[in-house]
């Protein structure tokens, strides 16, 4: 089965510009949650969605903004980009939520010049 | 918040040896699960290990087993007969059961293995 897919893979953008990162959960999984890792440093909790509603959000601006799909894809949203938002970013699936164990994409790395 | 302590920012060892990656983590929960994941350079994040708080029996996964120390709070992990292919970061995450949608991570542990 395939795993978590994510794309695109990398992408450079300026300051001020909005970009879209793509993600596509394990088949049968539900469950979408979005992370920020900052070079050096663990990864940090964004959003979560399950069955098009979000579930839990951490502590990051309105600029950061996400959506889930029908067929359980999700899209994660960044406006008005930040130098400071340059960092490696994953998406992770499971089949529910709390409690089940968390399989992570390849990631977006995310340049802004 | 929930916080998940990595204290040591590099390790060593040599192929065959083993090794003990610590993790420490603060919670008033009862109910929570943690996890061991390597990141190798190609930084995709692979689930190594699993451990539910209620059980009491620690967690293996053939080479990779872990100490769960309730009471301390304390969640180490053991990688026997270490292999070059093992040397990557990993991290320490903790997740709960009933109310939490989001993995807290630690630093991580920068694991050297050499020849």
């Known amino acids: 089965d395939a795993g978590v897919t994510q794309s695109p893979t990398h992408l450079i953008k300026t300051r001020g510009q909005q970009v879209t990162l793509r993600c596509s959960p394990i088949?049968?999984?539900?469950?979408v949650s979005w992370y920020q890792q900052v070079l050096g440093q663990g990864p940090q909790f964004i959003f979560q969605?399950?069955?098009?509603?979000?579930?839990g959000r951490g502590n990051f601006p309105d600029r950061f903004s996400a959506r889930q799909f029908p067929n359980y894809s999700s899209e994660l949203n960044v406006n008005a980009l930040l130098l400071g938002d340059s960092a490696l970013y994953l998406c992770?699936?499971?089949?529910?939520?709390?409690?089940?164990?968390?399989?992570f994409g390849p990631g977006t790395r995310l340049l802004v010049l | 918040a929930q916080t998940v302590t990595q204290s040591q920012p590099e390790m060593s060892v040599q192929e065959a040896e083993t090794v003990t990656l610590s993790c420490t983590y603060d919670?008033?929960?009862?109910?929570?699960?943690l996890f061991w994941y390597k990141q190798p350079p190609s930084r995709q994040m692979i689930l190594v290990i699993r451990?539910?708080?209620?059980?009491?029996q620690n967690a293996t996964e053939n080479r990779f087993s872990v100490n769960f120390q309730k009471a301390a709070k304390s969640f180490s992990l053991k990688i026997s007969d270490s292999q070059l292919g093992d040397a990557a970061m990993y991290f320490c995450?903790?997740?709960?059961?009933?109310?939490?949608?989001?993995?807290?991570f630690g630093k991580g542990t920068s694991l050297l293995v050499t020849p």
């Open positions: 992770a699936s499971s089949f529910d939520g709390p409690g089940e164990t968390q399989y």
């Open positions: 088949s049968g999984h539900k469950s």
């Open positions: 969605y399950y069955e098009k509603e979000e579930r």
């Open positions: 995450a903790y997740g709960e059961t009933n109310s939490g949608y989001a993995l807290n």
């Open positions: 919670t008033s929960e009862s109910d929570y699960y």
């Open positions: 451990q539910e708080a209620y059980k009491q």
